[in-house]
């Protein structure tokens, strides 16, 4: 799986958006697969790739708020080391 680029310091939505590259995908699909791989990640993160706004998608939040939103929870869950941005 390609989550575990955004360990290497990839952005989350960088991954998610290479990702949807070919897939048919919903936020919600997306969602439960990023949950199935960070299984200690605050289920927070499931509402924030719900409403992001995705490429041609409906408004929602932006790349940048879903990327500090998940980085953040990703280091408090352990995923990450302090100093990811």
């Given at each position: 799986?390609?989550?575990?680029?955004?360990?290497?310091?990839?952005?989350?939505?960088?991954?998610?958006?290479?990702?949807?590259?070919?897939?048919?995908?919903?936020?919600?699909e997306l969602a439960s697969?990023?949950?199935?791989?960070?299984?200690?990640?605050?289920?927070?993160?499931?509402?924030?790739?719900?409403?992001?706004?995705?490429?041609?998608?409906?408004?929602?939040?932006?790349?940048?708020?879903?990327?500090?939103?998940?980085?953040k929870l990703l280091r408090?869950?352990?995923?990450?080391?302090?100093?990811?941005?």
């Amino acid at each position: 799986m390609m989550f575990d680029a955004i360990q290497r310091g990839r952005k989350p939505t960088e991954v998610f958006k290479e990702l949807l590259l070919g897939q048919v995908l919903n936020n919600s699909e997306l969602a439960s697969r990023f949950d199935d791989y960070f299984e200690n990640v605050n289920s927070e993160a499931i509402e924030v790739i719900w409403h992001w706004q995705r490429p041609g998608g409906r408004p929602g939040l932006t790349d940048e708020e879903v990327d500090a939103t998940l980085l953040k929870l990703l280091r408090e869950a352990g995923y990450l080391g302090g100093d990811s941005e």
